[in-house]
């Protein structure tokens, strides 16, 4: 599968931002689907997940209640609607896909995120 991430951008503090992951092929609902991001400087992290239905989400703490994930098996999509943001936020974010949550072995190209204060 191949994964296209879109949306990032530059956003004020408080701001909002969606970010919009396209995967290729007809099983894209067979696939968990995670976002994550990496700063300057510091490694990859976990920001959120969804299993292949929909039906189970996981967050960071870090990110709980700011961020939602969802997806649309019919569009091969997943989106993660980013609300009040903040500069700690500022990241590269990487869609992924594997055959279930924490297992994945396909990556996107990042979308860069940065929020300023």
């Known amino acids: 599968v191949q994964l296209q991430a879109s949306g990032g951008g530059l956003v004020q503090a408080g701001g909002s931002l969606r970010l919009s992951c396209a995967a290729s092929?007809?099983?894209?609902?067979?696939?968990?689907m995670g976002w994550f991001r990496q700063a300057p400087g510091k490694e990859r992290e976990f920001v959120a997940a969804?299993?292949?239905?929909?039906?189970?989400?996981d967050y960071a703490d870090s990110v709980t209640g700011r961020v939602t994930i969802s997806r649309d098996n019919g569009k091969n999509t997943v989106l993660l609607q980013m609300n009040s943001l903040k500069p700690e936020d500022t990241a590269v974010y990487y869609c992924?896909?594997?055959?279930?949550?924490?297992?994945?072995?396909?990556w996107g190209q990042g979308t860069q995120v940065t929020v300023s204060s």
């Open positions: 969804i299993s292949g239905s929909g039906g189970i989400t």
């Open positions: 092929g007809r099983t894209f609902s067979s696939y968990a």
């Open positions: 992924a896909a594997g055959p279930r949550l924490g297992a994945y072995g396909y």
